[in-house]
């Protein structure tokens, strides 16, 4: 994948030194039985994308960023691993990142508390950054659960309209986005016209963060994306490429949907994909992450002139560029 401006910025500043010391910190507790299960994705790795994006965020103004922005945005990673330990039990899912799941690793029950007690951290530290930040993230855990559930109730739905699929990426992924830029202005002591702008940024670049994750999972390999591919077909999560598939029609959407409704053995698996790549629906879907992608660089244009702001309105046409 190529380097994010998002990244880039945070990496010249330091910043992603401070942010992955506070997030080993974040989970440390005096169980090193719990603390190895808590951290097992953390120590995985990953690109840190919401608070790099909260500490980003919070220096569009000029300023250097702050000790709660790093904490702000840790708040936000500890419930996008948190969610994650919970969606691996769902989808019943072995890897991630390269390494086994909790769920694979130590069982459903333990992978789900441990689950939880990242959430409660993630609430702990959002309280100390007053109660603004801490309703904000309290609300955004609920969005994820209504995105998670919207997802849910289409399930091996072929049927499933479009707007399923956008109000649940919207929840289940964007809202986290939202929040982690939105939290890094109210930190900072932006004013509210600034605040809004970077939430509505966040949101619409974590709809592209998502479109580009879904348009890979049919594209890629197990080994580039460091989990199965074509996962999301065999649990019947039906995402944008597969739906524009669909909405052509013709001889290669009739394929498909004979295939769909119902879960895949491997063979099929590698039939469903194959149509999805051989046809319409993944450049149509990446024409809509570049929609989003506009909207979210739009977003940027009444943000103070500054390297972060530069940052940002870079980092969404970047991301696109990992799915090619």
Known sequence: MSSSPLLDFTGAAGDGTRIEAA???SVHTPDPYL???ASHLIVAGGKRLRPVLTVVSAQVGGGPSSDAAVQGGIACEL???GSLYHDDVIDESYTRR????VNAKWGNLQAILAGDFLLSRASEIAATLGTEVAALLAHTIGRLCEGEIEQLRHTYNSARPEASYLNSIGGKTASLFAT????GGIVAGLDRPMIEAL???????GMVFQIVDDLLDVTSTDDVLGKPAGHDLVEGVYTLPVLRTLQAGGVAAAELLALLGRPLDVAEQDKALEIVRANTGVASARVTAVEWADRAAAATASL???AATSALRAAPHALLTTAD
Not at 98 to 101: A, H, P, R
Not at 180 to 183: E, G, T
């Open 35 to 37: 603390e190895e299960i």
């Open 79 to 81: 419930v996008q691993t």
């Open 180 to 183: 982690a830029a939105r939290i």
């Open 23 to 25: 997030l080993i910190a």
């Open 304 to 306: 103070p002139s500054s």
């Open 199 to 205: 939430t509505e940024y966040g949101h619409a670049f």
């Open 98 to 101: 390269g390494v086994e799941t």
